[in-house]
T-cell receptor
Framework: EDQVTQSPEALRLQEGESSSLNCSYTVSGLRGLFWYRQDPGKGPEFLFTLYSAGEEKEKERLKATLTKKESFLHITAPKPEDSATYLCAVQAGGTSYGKLTFGQGTILTVHP | GAGVSQSPSNKVTEKGKDVELRCDPISGHTALYWYRQSLGQGLEFLIYFQGNSAPDKSGLPSDRFSAERTGGSVSTLTIQRTQQEDSAVYLC??????????FGPGTRLLVL
Protein backbone atom coordinates (compact mmCIF):
# COMPACT_ATOMS: atom_id res chain seq x y z
CA GLU A 1 0.00 0.00 0.00
CA ASP A 2 1.31 3.44 -0.93
CA GLN A 3 2.08 5.63 2.06
CA VAL A 4 3.18 9.23 2.61
CA THR A 5 4.33 10.62 5.96
CA GLN A 6 5.08 14.30 6.47
CA SER A 7 7.06 15.82 9.31
CA PRO A 8 6.88 17.84 11.36
CA GLU A 9 3.11 18.16 11.77
CA ALA A 10 3.56 21.84 12.59
CA LEU A 11 6.48 24.22 12.29
CA ARG A 12 6.78 27.72 13.70
CA LEU A 13 9.53 29.95 12.29
CA GLN A 14 10.62 33.51 12.71
CA GLU A 15 10.73 35.58 9.54
CA GLY A 16 14.06 34.90 7.84
CA GLU A 17 14.68 31.61 9.69
CA SER A 18 15.28 28.96 7.02
CA SER A 19 14.13 25.37 7.52
CA SER A 20 13.00 22.20 5.75
CA LEU A 21 9.86 20.10 5.60
CA ASN A 22 10.12 16.35 5.10
CA CYS A 23 7.99 13.95 3.07
CA SER A 24 8.81 10.25 3.38
CA TYR A 25 7.11 7.86 1.01
CA THR A 26 6.72 4.23 0.05
CA VAL A 27 5.17 3.61 -3.32
CA SER A 28 5.04 0.94 -5.98
CA GLY A 29 6.96 2.62 -8.74
CA LEU A 30 6.97 6.38 -8.34
CA ARG A 31 5.41 8.17 -11.27
CA GLY A 32 5.60 11.61 -9.66
CA LEU A 33 5.82 13.42 -6.32
CA PHE A 34 3.81 16.58 -5.87
CA TRP A 35 4.04 19.48 -3.44
CA TYR A 36 0.98 21.64 -2.86
CA ARG A 37 0.31 24.66 -0.68
CA GLN A 38 -3.08 25.00 1.00
CA ASP A 39 -4.34 28.19 2.61
CA PRO A 40 -7.21 28.05 5.11
CA GLY A 41 -10.57 27.62 3.41
CA LYS A 42 -9.04 27.07 -0.01
CA GLY A 43 -8.12 24.15 -2.22
CA PRO A 44 -4.52 22.98 -2.64
CA GLU A 45 -2.37 25.10 -4.96
CA PHE A 46 0.31 23.37 -7.01
CA LEU A 47 3.95 24.12 -6.25
CA PHE A 48 6.20 21.41 -7.75
CA THR A 49 6.30 18.01 -9.41
CA LEU A 50 9.39 15.83 -9.10
CA TYR A 51 9.84 12.65 -11.13
CA SER A 52 13.19 11.06 -10.33
CA ALA A 53 15.75 10.88 -7.55
CA GLY A 54 18.21 13.73 -7.68
CA GLU A 55 15.78 16.14 -9.24
CA GLU A 56 15.46 19.63 -7.76
CA LYS A 57 13.06 22.47 -8.48
CA GLU A 58 12.94 26.04 -7.19
CA LYS A 59 10.35 28.75 -6.97
CA GLU A 60 11.07 31.98 -5.13
CA ARG A 61 11.99 31.02 -1.53
CA LEU A 62 11.06 27.35 -2.02
CA LYS A 63 13.22 24.49 -3.24
CA ALA A 64 12.05 20.89 -3.54
CA THR A 65 14.38 17.91 -3.71
CA LEU A 66 13.79 14.20 -4.19
CA THR A 67 15.56 11.00 -3.18
CA LYS A 68 14.40 7.40 -3.56
CA LYS A 69 12.71 7.50 -0.16
CA GLU A 70 11.89 11.09 0.66
CA SER A 71 11.46 14.63 -0.53
CA PHE A 72 12.36 17.86 1.17
CA LEU A 73 10.82 21.28 0.79
CA HIS A 74 13.43 23.83 1.77
CA ILE A 75 12.23 27.29 2.71
CA THR A 76 14.88 30.01 2.60
CA ALA A 77 14.36 33.25 4.53
CA PRO A 78 10.60 32.71 4.89
CA LYS A 79 8.12 35.55 5.12
CA PRO A 80 4.77 35.63 6.98
CA GLU A 81 2.96 35.15 3.66
CA ASP A 82 4.57 31.71 3.38
CA SER A 83 2.38 30.60 6.27
CA ALA A 84 0.16 27.76 5.01
CA THR A 85 -0.25 24.00 5.09
CA TYR A 86 2.16 22.24 2.77
CA LEU A 87 0.97 18.94 1.30
CA CYS A 88 3.01 16.20 -0.30
CA ALA A 89 1.48 13.56 -2.56
CA VAL A 90 2.72 10.65 -4.66
CA GLN A 91 1.40 9.20 -7.88
CA ALA A 92 2.16 5.53 -8.27
CA GLY A 93 2.90 3.69 -11.46
CA GLY A 94 0.29 1.17 -12.46
CA THR A 95 -2.57 3.22 -11.07
CA SER A 96 -4.79 5.74 -12.76
CA TYR A 97 -3.18 9.14 -13.10
CA GLY A 98 -5.79 10.72 -10.91
CA LYS A 99 -5.09 8.63 -7.86
CA LEU A 100 -2.75 10.59 -5.62
CA THR A 101 -1.82 9.49 -2.11
CA PHE A 102 -1.42 12.48 0.19
CA GLY A 103 0.38 12.99 3.46
CA GLN A 104 -1.35 14.78 6.31
CA GLY A 105 0.53 18.00 5.69
CA THR A 106 2.82 20.32 7.62
CA ILE A 107 1.29 23.48 9.05
CA LEU A 108 3.86 26.25 8.67
CA THR A 109 3.55 29.48 10.64
CA VAL A 110 6.03 32.28 10.01
CA HIS A 111 6.06 35.05 12.58
CA PRO A 112 7.18 38.59 11.66
CA GLY B 1 -13.75 29.84 -16.29
CA ALA B 2 -10.23 30.34 -15.09
CA GLY B 3 -10.25 27.51 -12.59
CA VAL B 4 -12.18 24.63 -11.12
CA SER B 5 -15.40 25.78 -9.48
CA GLN B 6 -17.47 23.94 -6.91
CA SER B 7 -20.91 24.50 -5.47
CA PRO B 8 -22.20 24.99 -2.92
CA SER B 9 -19.29 26.43 -0.93
CA ASN B 10 -20.87 25.24 2.28
CA LYS B 11 -23.62 22.73 2.97
CA VAL B 12 -25.28 21.92 6.27
CA THR B 13 -27.61 18.94 6.29
CA GLU B 14 -29.33 16.65 8.72
CA LYS B 15 -28.29 13.08 9.26
CA GLY B 16 -30.10 10.78 6.85
CA LYS B 17 -30.64 13.36 4.12
CA ASP B 18 -29.12 13.10 0.63
CA VAL B 19 -26.75 15.77 -0.70
CA GLU B 20 -25.38 16.63 -4.13
CA LEU B 21 -22.11 18.43 -4.65
CA ARG B 22 -21.23 19.95 -8.01
CA CYS B 23 -17.92 20.43 -9.79
CA ASP B 24 -17.22 22.45 -12.94
CA PRO B 25 -13.76 21.54 -14.26
CA ILE B 26 -11.38 23.72 -16.22
CA SER B 27 -12.51 23.93 -19.83
CA GLY B 28 -10.74 21.35 -21.97
CA HIS B 29 -9.65 19.16 -19.08
CA THR B 30 -10.56 15.55 -19.75
CA ALA B 31 -9.77 14.19 -16.30
CA LEU B 32 -11.75 14.94 -13.15
CA TYR B 33 -11.16 13.79 -9.58
CA TRP B 34 -12.95 13.92 -6.25
CA TYR B 35 -11.10 13.91 -2.95
CA ARG B 36 -12.25 14.21 0.66
CA GLN B 37 -10.39 16.07 3.40
CA SER B 38 -11.56 15.33 6.91
CA LEU B 39 -10.50 17.45 9.88
CA GLY B 40 -6.89 16.69 10.71
CA GLN B 41 -6.63 14.15 7.89
CA GLY B 42 -4.87 14.15 4.58
CA LEU B 43 -6.71 14.24 1.29
CA GLU B 44 -8.39 10.93 0.54
CA PHE B 45 -8.99 9.83 -3.06
CA LEU B 46 -12.62 9.07 -3.89
CA ILE B 47 -13.13 8.72 -7.64
CA TYR B 48 -11.47 9.56 -10.97
CA PHE B 49 -13.02 10.16 -14.39
CA GLN B 50 -10.96 10.15 -17.59
CA GLY B 51 -12.68 10.90 -20.86
CA ASN B 52 -15.05 8.14 -21.86
CA SER B 53 -13.27 5.45 -19.86
CA ALA B 54 -14.92 3.69 -16.95
CA PRO B 55 -14.27 5.71 -13.78
CA ASP B 56 -11.90 4.52 -11.07
CA LYS B 57 -14.25 4.24 -8.09
CA SER B 58 -11.81 2.44 -5.85
CA GLY B 59 -11.77 5.22 -3.23
CA LEU B 60 -15.51 5.51 -2.60
CA PRO B 61 -15.96 4.62 1.11
CA SER B 62 -19.40 3.02 0.84
CA ASP B 63 -22.28 2.44 -1.55
CA ARG B 64 -23.90 5.59 -0.18
CA PHE B 65 -21.40 7.55 -2.29
CA SER B 66 -21.75 7.88 -6.06
CA ALA B 67 -20.61 10.27 -8.74
CA GLU B 68 -21.37 10.95 -12.33
CA ARG B 69 -19.91 13.12 -15.02
CA THR B 70 -22.24 14.36 -17.72
CA GLY B 71 -21.04 15.20 -21.19
CA GLY B 72 -17.44 14.86 -20.15
CA SER B 73 -17.66 18.09 -18.19
CA VAL B 74 -19.66 18.81 -15.03
CA SER B 75 -19.58 16.22 -12.27
CA THR B 76 -21.90 15.60 -9.35
CA LEU B 77 -20.95 13.74 -6.19
CA THR B 78 -23.99 12.35 -4.38
CA ILE B 79 -24.02 11.16 -0.78
CA GLN B 80 -27.15 9.29 0.24
CA ARG B 81 -28.40 8.93 3.81
CA THR B 82 -25.63 11.19 5.14
CA GLN B 83 -23.91 10.28 8.38
CA GLN B 84 -22.01 12.57 10.77
CA GLU B 85 -18.72 10.96 9.73
CA ASP B 86 -19.35 12.27 6.20
CA SER B 87 -18.64 15.79 7.45
CA ALA B 88 -15.57 16.97 5.57
CA VAL B 89 -14.34 19.19 2.78
CA TYR B 90 -15.00 17.63 -0.61
CA LEU B 91 -12.45 18.75 -3.18
CA CYS B 92 -12.69 18.42 -6.93
CA UNK B 93 -9.74 18.65 -9.30
CA UNK B 94 -9.29 18.47 -13.05
CA UNK B 95 -6.42 18.01 -15.44
CA UNK B 96 -5.44 17.33 -18.99
CA UNK B 97 -5.31 13.61 -19.77
CA UNK B 98 -2.30 12.74 -17.65
CA UNK B 99 -1.35 16.13 -16.43
CA UNK B 100 -1.18 18.03 -13.20
CA UNK B 101 -4.39 18.11 -11.13
CA UNK B 102 -5.70 21.60 -10.38
CA PHE B 103 -7.98 21.77 -7.35
CA GLY B 104 -11.14 23.73 -6.74
CA PRO B 105 -11.94 25.55 -3.48
CA GLY B 106 -13.97 22.68 -2.08
CA THR B 107 -17.42 22.19 -0.56
CA ARG B 108 -17.55 22.15 3.22
CA LEU B 109 -20.16 19.61 4.29
CA LEU B 110 -21.48 19.50 7.84
CA VAL B 111 -23.87 16.72 8.81
CA LEU B 112 -25.78 17.44 12.00
Amino acid sequence: EDQVTQSPEALRLQEGESSSLNCSYTVSGLRGLFWYRQDPGKGPEFLFTLYSAGEEKEKERLKATLTKKESFLHITAPKPEDSATYLCAVQAGGTSYGKLTFGQGTILTVHP
Amino acid sequence: GAGVSQSPSNKVTEKGKDVELRCDPISGHTALYWYRQSLGQGLEFLIYFQGNSAPDKSGLPSDRFSAERTGGSVSTLTIQRTQQEDSAVYLCASSLQSGLPYFGPGTRLLVL
